[in-house]
């Protein structure tokens, strides 16, 4: 998410990673390379493909499929993310009703409940504690 920002994925992410404990992430994991790379390209060109196979030589094909969909899960939220949140401050900060494409219409009134959720879940997780490290890798946190 430091490539491309959204503040639902920094929330919930940064808040999850916050109650497993961890600190800061470790730039050179084979995880968080791929994961830069794919954020830089979109998911597409040879810098991708290279930490692809960096990655499963690294971790195996199975784990590497598993970083690989989350972070077309990601890219795909954080640009639905921005949408709704370009869309919102046409309508509240701007007032630029008129200036709406159909598609951020569609995107608002489509995800628009899913990631007002997000954003309620957000802002509950910034009270959380921590949690062990056990119990967070048994629901998916980690």
């Not at 959204?6 to 084979?30: F, I, W």
């Not at 690294?58 to 939220?77: D, F, N, P």
């Amino acid at each position: 998410n430091s490539v491309n920002t959204c503040p639902y994925c920094t929330g919930l992410h940064g808040q999850l990673a916050r109650m497993a404990g961890v600190e800061k992430p470790n730039l050179s994991d084979p995880e968080v390379v791929y994961a830069t790379a794919f954020a830089r390209e979109c998911g597409r060109g040879s810098d991708v493909s290279s930490a692809y196979d960096t990655l499963i030589t690294k971790i195996g094909e199975k784990k590497a499929q598993s970083v690989q969909a989350l972070c077309w899960a990601l890219l795909w939220g954080k640009t639905t993310g921005n949408t709704i949140n370009n869309a919102r401050d046409k309508i509240v900060k701007k007032c630029e009703w008129t200036q709406l494409t159909s598609v951020e219409l569609f995107v608002m009134a489509y995800y628009g409940p899913l990631f007002l959720v997000i954003g309620v879940l957000n802002k509950i997780l910034t009270v959380a504690p921590s949690i062990p490290k056990v119990v967070s890798a048994g629901v998916g946190a980690v």
